[in-house]
């Protein structure tokens, strides 16, 4: 359901974050979503090529949990994760770089669009295998404990990666050993062109955990404090050996599956209910209500954050793509040089 | 001295790389409290605890994918598939996550790990526990794929994958797990990753394979031996990536090549290096490259007369040598 209006006004000891934190998962929207429908835009004017998928309407489920942790804490992403990416840190750079694939991007442009990745920042780099880096996450998690560490790793999928078997087996897994990670699922209600009812036999994807020994619980995806909240209750669990957390966040994507997609299997009427509950101008209101927040604060962010980007754009335009005998390094170590022929 | 067999070889190695290394743990189905079904991980629960020899439920999928993330964060896990028949599963973890993660991240995450697979026939094993699969794993780049023959290669073969950098398919062929046995060196020793091995020189002829066919192999080119045909034994030792420098350099002097391999004959390891030693060394060839192989149906069927006659052995692969020097 699309989330409803918040009605009375709000005091920050009612909402329980401090000014800093709702003005960090603020900007962070914010920059997502300008990030984002930057994105769109330049890959419709043909700037880059392969496909686009755009976060646009789901920013608050991966801003809400990510915001807030450690550099050592591990993002194991699926391919809508760009909001993790930004609060994440990732260097603004990096990001546009990977879109492009350019030589200054991590990857050195060998993976294609939105599958951004920086260990610096502990962010993996996915395949595009869905659930994959649910298994992979998981076994960083595994790594953690063995090692006897605090961090955590969030996990993020769709609804639809959990149909898959792997999915299962790690989250299978996690539960036996209580490990630290927190699994959040982004309920956007349509896997790819298959809506929720076809993909399972139960409503709410958090009942999955229930199989496996551990909390699941099913939230307003589109309202960043509750999602921020939400996972930071389950961050604190993990980092005390109590185990995981199955978060399934309620939401939806505006646009199509990538930017290839028209999404004309959704109806008119479903798309525009979902848009009214915009999770960046609800933030976005409840700041102005707090009073933390202006429209004239706002003008200056969004300037800011243009510029950010057009710096990023421009400088990644002018980048070269790395030689095409770079497609030979980086498939095994160094001791190992791959067959070259000569044709 | 005491011979070591090819299992004792494993189990020591996996004793002393576990002592030498606190980041090596062990994951998989029946490994800890039963020690392996073979006995290849046995006393190693007791040795090292829970933590690091860890009884995975029945999930192949996370034995491999989840080893793959514990190796990003900085471990050095070695999973263990019970048989090469279930690895199916953890097709989509080893192909799409730990072949390609240097790649794909550009070389900023690697997969140092090991992934042990009990494999092959001979054993009465049936069409669910004979299987091998080498051909699949090998046709994947960004995947290193060894089978040792010997104990010593064993042992070597294994710590040089323990400490290596990049994702190693490991089989063990449960055939040569106690038929197999030789003195082995007190002190550390390692054998590279993409070395073959020449185990008889001869003059006449180049006979090429790894694993249980190396044994075949040997036994043929004996028998020849008296019969007046000098056969040049290589063991591959690794398959991926294969040392094509000592097999051609063998063929230089020889002409003539058989290849034999235990699984199907069809998109085989052997017809890699067939259609290599073709491309690359014709002028010195003086016969058709010949592999010997199991056969092309979907797996070792169960009963005996079915099972050899899958299989290849010493008398195969000596009428096809003869075959080939009469060329």
């Known amino acids: ?343 | 001295m005491k011979k070591t067999t090819l299992i004792e070889a494993i189990t020591q190695t996996l004793f002393e790389e576990m002592e030498r290394d606190d980041r090596v743990f062990l994951i998989g189905q029946d490994i800890g409290l039963y020690g392996g079904v073979f006995k290849a991980t046995k006393g190693l629960l007791d040795r090292f605890g829970p933590e690091r020899v860890i009884d995975s439920p029945i999930s192949e999928v996370y034995i491999a994918g989840g080893s793959v993330g514990a190796a990003m964060v900085g471990l050095r896990p070695i999973p263990e598939i019970q048989f090469a028949d279930f690895i199916t599963p953890s097709m989509d973890q080893i192909i799409q996550q730990a072949a390609k993660l240097r790649y794909r991240t550009g070389g900023q995450w690697t997969c140092p790990m090991t992934i042990r697979v009990c494999c092959g026939g001979d054993v009465g094993g049936g069409l669910y526990h004979s299987q091998i699969n080498e051909q699949w794993f090998f046709s994947q780049p960004g995947l290193q794929v060894v089978m040792p023959a010997t104990p010593y290669d064993a042992k070597g073969l294994l710590k040089s994958a323990i400490r290596g950098e990049d994702p190693v398919i490991y089989f063990e062929h449960k055939r040569l797990y106690r038929w197999v046995k030789e003195e082995l060196p007190e002190d550390d020793f390692t054998v590279p990753i993409g070395k073959a091995a020449v185990r008889k020189e001869g003059d006449d002829i180049t006979i090429v394979s790894y694993g249980f066919m190396y044994h075949r192999s040997i036994e043929a080119a004996q028998a020849l031996e008296k019969e007046g045909v000098s056969a040049e034994v290589i063991d591959m030792r690794t398959i991926s990536p294969w040392d094509r420098e000592t097999i051609y350099e063998s063929v230089k002097k020889t002409s003539k090549v058989v290849l034999v391999q235990e699984s199907s004959k069809t998109g085989g390891v052997m017809g890699e290096v067939s259609a290599s030693i073709t491309e690359e060394m014709f002028d010195y060839l003086d016969a058709p490259v010949s592999r010997v192989c199991g056969l092309d149906v979907p797996a070792i069927p169960f009963a005996p007369p079915m099972e050899h006659f899958f299989l290849p052995n010493a008398e195969k692969i000596a009428r096809v040598v003869k075959k080939v020097m009469e060329y």
């Open chain 1, 1 to 343: 359901m699309p989330a409803t209006k918040i009605a009375a006004k709000p005091s920050l000891k009612q909402i329980g974050l401090s000014k800093e934190t709702l003005l960090g998962l603020y900007t962070n929207l914010l920059k997502t979503r300008m990030l984002d429908e930057r994105f769109r835009k330049l890959f419709r004017q043909g700037r880059f090529a392969g496909t686009y998928f755009s976060a646009v309407g789901q920013e608050a489920t991966t801003v809400g949990p990510t915001y807030g942790l450690r550099d050592e804490d591990i993002i194991a992403p699926s391919h809508r994760e760009i909001g993790a990416a930004v609060t994440k840190g990732i260097p603004l750079v990096h990001i546009v770089a990977q879109i492009y694939a350019r030589i200054n991007s991590p990857d050195k442009g060998k993976t294609h669009p939105c599958h951004y990745g920086w260990r610096e920042k502990g962010f993996i780099s996915p395949s595009s295998t869905l659930a994959g880096q649910t298994v992979t996450g998981t076994g960083c998690a595994m790594g953690f404990q063995i090692q006897k560490k605090d961090n955590v790793v969030i996990a993020f999928f769709g609804e639809g990666a959990t149909a898959r078997g792997g999915w299962h087996e790690a989250v299978n897994y996690a539960g036996i050993h209580k490990l630290p990670i927190i699994y959040v699922c982004q309920n956007n209600l349509w896997a790819e062109s298959v809506p929720a009812h076809r993909q399972a036999g139960i409503k709410d994807f958090s009942d999955r955990a229930k199989a496996y020994g551990f909390p699941g619980i099913t939230i307003d995806g589109n309202d960043v404090v509750l999602v921020h909240k939400t996972a930071a209750k389950a961050i604190e669990r993990a980092r005390n050996g109590e185990g995981p957390t199955l978060i399934e966040c309620k939401t939806y994507r505006w646009y199509g599956h990538s930017e290839i997609d028209p999404a004309d299997y959704r109806r008119e009427e479903e798309i525009i209910e979902w848009k009214k509950g915009d999770p960046i101008a609800r933030a976005e209101n409840l700041l102005l209500d707090l009073g933390i927040h202006t429209s004239k604060k706002r003008e200056a962010m969004v300037e800011q954050i243009n510029q950010e980007i057009d710096e990023a754009v421009a400088a990644c335009e002018k980048e070269k793509y790395a030689e095409p005998e770079e497609a030979y390094n980086d498939v095994y170590s160094e001791n190992f040089p791959v067959r070259r022929d000569d044709y």
